[in-house]
């Protein structure tokens, strides 16, 4: 694999770290405890220095990302018909 590829993967799976500490995720907001968990998963992932981990890893990021927008749209959608 080369550097700028090792390098790539490696500053995603420090941000997913990052964000599932924070409990903030880029474009979605605020997520929650089972969401955080979840981010860890693809995190571990890309840490792990194998190909395949890395794109299983950002198989899991975008599986991640598209239940967070699943659910901020949902979210979305109670509060505008409660109001």
């Known amino acids: 694999m080369s550097v ?5 993967t490696a ?6 770290v990052a964000a599932a ?3 903030y995720l880029y474009r979605i907001g605020s997520v ?8 860890l998963v693809p ?3 890309m840490i792990y220095p194998e190909w395949i981990s890395d794109l299983l890893g ?4 975008a599986v991640c990302y598209l ?5 901020t749209t ?3 959608d109670i509060t505008k018909c409660s109001t």
């Open 4 to 8: 700028m590829a090792s390098a790539f």
């Open 43 to 45: 995190a571990a992932l």
């Open 58 to 61: 950002f198989l899991a990021l």
């Open 32 to 39: 929650g405890v089972r969401m955080r968990c979840a981010l």
């Open 11 to 16: 500053m995603t799976a420090i941000w997913l």
């Open 67 to 71: 239940m967070a927008m699943l659910h």
């Open 74 to 76: 949902k979210r979305a």
């Open 21 to 23: 500490m924070e409990g």
